[in-house]
């Protein structure tokens, strides 16, 4: 970190000395896992720059945004719009979390068959660890799952400023409604927060600034469907993981400034694999910060990563929001429109994530998908199994696996690993 932030954490109340332990940790993951690569693009440095400075510089940034009076939201969901905080002049921000922590402490109020996603946000608040989490003035939970839904109950007595968001559970009529009704919540809940009245203008505005950033995302997810991938997918997971935290307009630069520098590297026949290396597409659960776990032990298995059909990936940036809306409910209902589309596990039936899984192992011309299931994740693991026979119609090999954040099953992973990329030889 290119500074002493100590101060700044410490006012924050976050606890110093698990602090230092989390730093530690992450660093040393990040330089293993990224720095070692061989042949990144250029374009890298600024996300390496990014990580190394996630709890320095960018929480120095949404300080001074606050002390400027602008608001911090905290968000554990793709499903929270951030066309309308934007709108509402405030910041939305990632709380997902991908490391264990403090787990002693969580599992005194969560129990231990729970996911490893929400022991972890969990983790990261008991042990006073994430400065973004401290620094939101308003936190998001959405009723999403069963287990995220019970867990926001208990931490709702943890933090003062939650906002709990009903989602549908089936595509309806009757859901697109709750939906509609449920942003209109929330738009009023933020505009109180900020004392700012959404209008057409700042709508417009933000709405125009979340499609650029996802826009920037989907020109490089179609750069990955190059025959020599220009870029590893342990990177591109990086760059969709940075999404959530990053400044909107320079996060979309810098994403743009990396596919011009990729699309060099395709001309020049330049990738970061051998030809005929394995491509694999990763579904299913999301991958927060620090999960690196499994695009490491793929790409060190002989395989590389070309798509993320996930949350933190295809499924969170998928689709646009329509701008043409003339007045704030016409662009309300597009927001609306284009939420409605995610296709996450907790809706029933689900459809449409089997066709998107079929179609985005064509365009990315995987040779097999890996689901990635986190343990204990029903909606996941349970959608794993139609996911593998959708797949099975396309002749298309898939390998499902079911993990958490610990270090131990590491070994087992790589053996079933390696041998699924031998089968796609
Ligand atoms: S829209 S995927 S971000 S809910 S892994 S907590 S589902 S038990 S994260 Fe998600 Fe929104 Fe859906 Fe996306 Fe529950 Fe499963 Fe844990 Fe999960």
Redesign the pocket.
Known sequence: MSEDYRGMWKDMGLDLAGHDALLGVLSGAYRDIFLSQKNRPEGMGYFDFVMSEVHGLRIRELLDEKKAGRKIIGS????VPEEIVLAANATLVGL?SGADFAMSEVEKLLPRNT????KSSFGFKLGKVCPYLESADMIVG?N??D??KKAYESLGHLVNNLFVMDLPQVKSEQGRALLKSEYQRFRTAVEALTGVVITVESLMLAIQTVNAKRAAIHRLSSLRKADLAPISGLDALLANQVFFYDNPARFTDSVNKICDELEKRIAEKNGVFPEKTPRILISG??QAVPNWKLPFIVETSGAVIVGEES?VGE??TRNLTDASGKTVDEMMEAIVDRYYQ?D???FTPNPQRMEHIQEMAAAYKADGVIHYG?Q?????LMESIPVERALEEKNIPTLRIETDYSMEDVGQLKTRIEAFVEQLR
Request: aromatic residues 14%; positive net charge; hydrophobic residues 35%.
């Open positions: 554990y969901c793709v499903f997902c996911c490893a996603l929400i959405e999403t799952c287990g995220k659960c999301p949350c499924r969170g995610v996450c596990a907790i986190l204990f994740c029903q909606p996941y």
